[in-house]
């Protein structure tokens, strides 16, 4: 896998993204010359092949797109397929919350959900049948000897000693290694190809490994397992795949996938014609990692509060925060599918689920910080109601009474008793409208025992109600939401900001979107978790309007002058209101700090 450093990647930002068309997507074109060529009978099936040892993060959510969409927009299959060749670290926990994150996003697989496991017996069939034609051997080297006579990129390999092994002995081996009667490391089966090649993949690469543990389907009946490179392809073909699509960093793996499959297809052991494995840019995006080892240390290490913490890049995490699905997928259009790497703004991301809340996401109000406020002249025995849209540009959501009274709450920075030029809300002498209500002029205010302000004092015009005849013939500039602080709910708030404080964690590339166990995979590092965002989560004791509390958990409101936001799945119930900020109303990050 590619570890190339990256200083200064390049960037696409919400600021330079086209809004008036999809960005380009290349793999459409391929499968339209497939069907015009005929190249699959008109078949089209593709499929999305997770390994059950993580939850799905960002990265994922493009590639299910891609996938799933591909075979829609071509009346074909997209294959769930669960590459569970590693009983050390995959699950059913991880298994079913993939499953529950694809249904999510809005994509369905029907009958064709897989796993690899399925074709155990038919993968070790073939692995016979390759020691039996001399394309395979047991090799007995240790680890350490193996990495010693593979060679480097710039260096060929060398053949170890028992590459010229008997596919008699090999045979024998192997069924004894199926057997149990070695222990892990002892053996391992290779594919006889080249060991001078430049492709440092087809030096002989390990097809199987001894492992002794239970998988979570098979349980105890296997102790040697396939690898990854040698089971996708063969799992593509059997499922009879057209389109295998997969990131970038599977590029130089594409020989080894075609010289395995050719050479079963020439043994008359797969039928033709053959998937076509084809590359597209994995997603990297600033802000964040997607590298299924950091995920989990960040996890493990308790830098964040479990999978499902609304700021770590995991589906699971998005639908806690409030993300969209189809925000996801307008985001996917945005950006579109190159064949190089390139970096996206999380900006482009923030912006595409902020034009789908922007649409469907009622208005409520919130007050963060709150304020009190009198208004002197307001009977003390009284209250009304004030009406307010749920959507000020979908009138069919109808509208909402807001009760109003004597003493209400404001935002703590909606007042200033020294205001700087072109501050346009409340202060000694300045007027305002409390939205959908009346036009106050604030006459005064109190301090508490430590000199803050803790009561703003107003009078209001009884000729300025919002909705009345003539009620907006007085003009002000400022406009200050409110609630009534009888009615108003208390409400913890949590805001959310991006996990790291700067663009490219760790400055480097990172893991990408199908992040396969394989024997060559090294980390890079854990300087990335020095650009963590000490700040990404701020905890506010805030009040909400009394419609909130009734709230479902998944909800999701606009917080007017707030964003966009969630009642949270797990801690928001009746007696206990859980807000979640999904993203704020604008791109702060883009504006200087």
């Known amino acids: 896998m590619n570890k190339t450093m990256r200083a200064a990647p390049q960037q696409s930002s919400a600021e330079d993204r086209p809004d008036a068309a999809p960005a380009s997507n290349f793999l459409r074109a391929i499968i339209a010359e497939d069907q015009a060529l005929g190249t699959y009978g008109g078949r089209v099936v593709t499929r999305f092949p997770p390994e059950p040892n993580g939850y799905l993060h960002f990265g994922h959510a493009k590639s299910i797109i891609l ?16 590459d569970d060749t590693n009983p050390l670290k995959e699950g059913v926990e991880f298994e079913q919350a993939i499953a529950e994150s694809v249904h999510w996003l809005g994509f369905d697989w029907g009958p064709h959900r897989y796993h ?62 199926r057997a149990g009667e070695f222990p892990d490391g002892a053996h391992v089966l290779r594919l006889r190809i080249d060991m001078a090649s430049p492709n440092i993949n087809l030096r002989d690469p390990t097809i199987y490994r001894i492992r002794h543990a239970s998988h979570h389907r098979t349980g105890d009946r296997w102790c040697i397992y396939p690898l990854y490179d040698y089971t996708h392809c063969i799992s593509d073909a059997l499922e009879r795949v057209t389109h295998s699509i997969c990131t970038l960093e599977f590029q130089d793996h594409r020989p080894l996938y075609d010289w395995i499959i050719e050479r079963l297809a020439e043994g008359g052991k797969l039928e033709r014609p053959l998937p076509h494995q084809h590359e597209f840019a994995r997603l990297n995006l600033t802000y964040t990692v997607l590298s299924k080892r950091r995920l989990i240390e960040l996890v493990r290490d308790g830098h964040v509060d479990g999978w499902d913490d609304p700021r770590m890049p995991t589906l699971v995490a998005a639908k806690r925060r409030g993300f969209t699905p189809e925000g996801f997928r307008l985001f996917a259009e945005r950006i579109g599918v190159a064949r190089s790497d390139s970096w996206i703004d999380m900006g482009v991301l923030e912006d595409a689920m902020r034009d789908d809340l922007n649409a469907r996401a009622p208005r409520r109000i919130a007050v963060l910080d709150p304020l009190k ?108 939401h409110w609630l009534a602080a009888a009615h108003a709910v208390p409400a913890e708030l949590r805001l959310y900001d991006r996990l790291f404080s700067v663009p490219f964690p ?88």
Not at 67 to 77: D, H, K, M, V, Y
Not at 576 to 588: I, K, M
């Open 116 to 177: 690899a496991s399925d074709y155990y017996e038919v993968l070790y069939d073939f692995a016979e049948w390759f020691v039996a034609q001399r394309l395979a051997y047991v090799d007995s080297q240790t680890p350490e000897e193996m990495r010693a006579t593979r060679g480097t990129l710039t260096e060929p390999g060398r053949p170890g000693p028992w590459r010229d092994r008997s596919p008699a002995e090999s045979l024998d081996l192997l069924r004894r290694m």
């Open 67 to 82: 996938n799933f969409g591909l075979a829609a927009e071509n009346a074909g299959t997209c294959h769930l397929r669960f």
């Open 506 to 593: 760790g400055a480097q590339g990172d893991a990408g979107d199908e992040d396969h166990d394989r024997e060559d995979e090294q980390d890079a590092g854990a300087s990335y978790l020095d650009d963590l965002n000490r700040a990404s989560k701020r905890v506010l004791a805030g009040l909400v309007e009394p419609s909130l509390a009734g709230a479902a958990g998944g909800e999701r409101f606009q917080f007017e002058r707030h964003g966009y936001f969630v009642s949270d799945f797990h801690d928001h119930f009746p007696g206990r209101a859980v807000f979640n900020r999904t993203v704020s109303l604008r791109d702060s990050w883009s504006r200087p700090r």
């Open 373 to 480: 406020l009198v208004i002197d002249n307001y009977p003390a025995d009284r209250s009304e109601d004030c009406d307010a849209p749920n959507h000020p540009q979908r009138p069919e959501l109808g509208r909402r009474a807001l009760p109003f009274a004597r003493e209400l709450v404001i935002e703590r920075d909606d007042f200033m008793e020294t205001p700087p030029r072109g501050y346009f809300r409340l202060a000694p002498g300045a007027e305002v409208r409390l939205r959908y209500a009346y036009i106050v002029r604030c006459t005064g205010f109190e301090r508490d025992a430590d000199g803050r302000v803790a009561v703003v004092h107003c009078e209001y015009d009884p000729a300025t109600k919002s909705g009345t005849p003539g009620a907006e013939a007085r003009k002000v500039k400022g406009n200050v």
